[in-house]
């Protein structure tokens, strides 16, 4: 699979969801990962899946459901200790670059749901432009200690908008 090529330590490449390493930094990023089995079934077509290394270590991924011009962000993840270096911003603007065409038109819309709880998530969706357009509440299992299940914010970025 060919590598872009972003700074000349950086490289994001697709992946494949069954290879382990992928699965621990899922756990290793979120208080409440998803199940292996529903990690492994984000594979084929309908699925976008891309890792960022840096220097040749794993730091992150990106997984994207595509229905027609509709482009799901599923999850996203840094390595909690590669946090806080811009990798999530390199993460999202490649599924930004992805849903425009080359003047910066989004071509597609892209959907995603967040915990309310998850500011740093937030922050980054909002900073590229995401509008909040809804509740799920419930949505999400609880992330321990907690015990009650906790309210997803929906988001979007429309089509045709540079
Ligand atoms: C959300 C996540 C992917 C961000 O990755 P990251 O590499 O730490 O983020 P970056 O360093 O690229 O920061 C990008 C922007 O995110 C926001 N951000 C990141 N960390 C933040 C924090 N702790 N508090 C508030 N905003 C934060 C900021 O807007 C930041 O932009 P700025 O640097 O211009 O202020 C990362 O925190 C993560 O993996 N979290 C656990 C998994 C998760 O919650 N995924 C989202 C599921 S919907």
């Given at each position: 699979m060919s590598a872009v090529c972003l700074k000349p330590?950086?490289?994001?490449?697709?992946?494949?969801?069954?290879?382990?390493?992928?699965y621990l930094l899922e756990c290793?990023?979120?208080?409440?990962?998803?199940?292996?089995?529903?990690?492994?079934?984000?594979?084929?077509?309908?699925?976008?899946?891309?890792?960022?290394?840096?220097?040749?270590?794993?730091?992150g991924f990106s997984i994207c459901y595509l229905v027609a011009d509709e482009v799901t962000l599923m999850n996203i993840a840094v390595h909690p200790k590669h946090q806080g270096n811009g990798y999530g911003?390199?993460?999202f603007q490649d599924i930004i670059d992805f849903?425009?065409?080359?003047?910066?038109?989004?071509?597609?819309?892209?959907?995603?749901?967040?915990?309310?709880?998850n500011h740093a998530a937030i922050a980054l969706y909002q900073r590229f432009g995401l509008s909040d357009i809804g509740r799920r509440p419930g949505y999400y299992p609880p992330i321990?200690?907690?015990?009650?299940?906790?309210?997803?914010?929906?988001?979007?970025?429309g089509q045709g908008h540079a």
């Open positions: 330590d950086l490289a994001l490449v697709h992946f494949d969801p069954t290879e382990p390493e992928f290793a990023a979120h208080g409440a990962p998803w199940s292996r089995a529903m990690f492994i079934q984000c594979s084929g077509r309908l699925y976008r899946t891309r890792a960022l290394y840096a220097a040749g270590q794993l730091v911003r390199v993460l849903i425009s065409d080359q003047h910066g038109q989004r071509q597609r819309t892209l959907f995603l749901e967040v915990r309310e709880s321990p200690p907690a015990t009650a299940n906790e309210t997803a914010v929906v988001m979007r970025l």
